[in-house]
T-cell receptor, first 117, second 113 residues
C-alpha cells in the first residue's frame, strides 16, 4: 500500500506567476483534500474533490483551483501568485462517501513548500 | 476566524510523565474532533478521534477527553516517550457528512529523556 505523495517538494516562484502542485492519493482512496499551512499556523482547508468533482471549498479566492483525475490523483493550481501564498501545501486522501461520510481518516502527504518572491 | 484554538504553542514534559495538550473551539455545531501528530518534513499523521456523543476515547497511551459544555478537548499521553516529541494539531468538523476540517495552530511537544 503506497502512501500519499506530493511533488515537487519545494518550489520558488515570483509574484504574478502560476503554479501547479501534484498529489497522488493513497491506493483505494477516492477523495482528496488540499490545505494551506502558513508558518506557525494550522492547515487551512482549500477544497476537496470526490470522484473528480469539487465537494466543498474553504475561504480561498477563485485563483485557487483544482482537478482530480480518474486515477484519483489531483492537482492544485494557483494563478496570479501573491506573496501571502507562500506556505506549505498539503494534500490528504481518504475514502469518502458511504457510511463514513467525508470525515473518514485523512492521510496526509509530506507537502510542497511554496515560496513566492 | 479562528474556530479552533490551541493556546499553548509549546509544552515540555519529562519522559514517563503525563502530557496534556489542550484545544478550545467556538463553533457549537462541531461534532467530530481529531488529533494529528506532525514530525518535521512529514505530513500530519492521524492519532485519535472522538465524536460528540462521547466524552472520552482511549487508544493505548493516548486518551482524548471532550467537554462539550466548555467547548474544550484535551489529549492525554501517558506515559510520555521521547518519540512523542512532535507538533500536535487538533481539528474539528461538523461531521459525519461535512468535509471541511478546521485545524488549530498546533502545540509543539518536547519529551525530555
Amino acid at each position: 500500500e503506497t502512501g500519499v505523495t506530493q511533488s515537487p517538494t519545494h518550489l520558488i516562484k515570483t509574484r504574478g506567476q502560476q503554479v501547479t502542485l501534484r498529489c497522488s492519493s493513497q491506493s483505494g482512496h477516492n477523495t482528496v483534500s488540499w490545505y494551506q499551512q502558513a508558518l506557525g499556523q494550522g492547515p487551512q482547508f482549500i477544497f476537496q474533490y470526490y470522484r473528480e468533482e469539487e465537494n466543498g471549498r474553504g475561504n480561498f479566492p477563485p485563483r485557487f483551483s483544482g482537478l482530480q483525475f480518474p486515477n484519483y490523483s489531483s492537482e492544485l493550481n494557483v494563478n496570479a501568485l501573491e506573496l501571502d501564498d507562500s506556505a506549505l501545501y498539503l494534500c490528504a486522501s481518504s475514502l469518502g462517501g458511504g457510511l463514513a461520510g467525508f470525515t473518514d481518516t485523512q492521510y496526509f502527504g509530506p507537502g510542497t513548500r511554496l515560496t513566492v518572491l | 476566524d479562528q474556530q479552533v484554538k490551541q493556546n499553548s504553542p509549546s509544552l515540555s514534559v519529562q519522559e514517563g510523565r503525563i502530557s496534556i495538550l489542550n484545544c478550545d473551539y467556538t463553533n457549537s455545531m462541531f461534532d467530530y474532533f481529531l488529533w494529528y501528530k506532525k514530525y518535521p518534513a512529514e505530513g500530519p499523521t492521524f492519532l485519535i478521534s472522538i465524536s460528540s456523543i462521547k466524552d472520552k476515547n482511549e487508544d493505548g497511551r493516548f486518551t482524548v477527553f471532550l467537554n462539550k459544555s466548555a467547548k474544550h478537548l484535551s489529549l492525554h499521553i501517558v506515559p510520555s516517550q521521547p518519540g512523542d516529541s512532535a507538533v500536535y494539531f487538533c481539528a474539528a468538523s461538523r461531521g459525519p457528512n461535512f468535509n471541511k476540517f478546521y485545524f488549530g495552530s498546533g502545540t509543539k511537544l518536547n519529551v525530555k529523556p
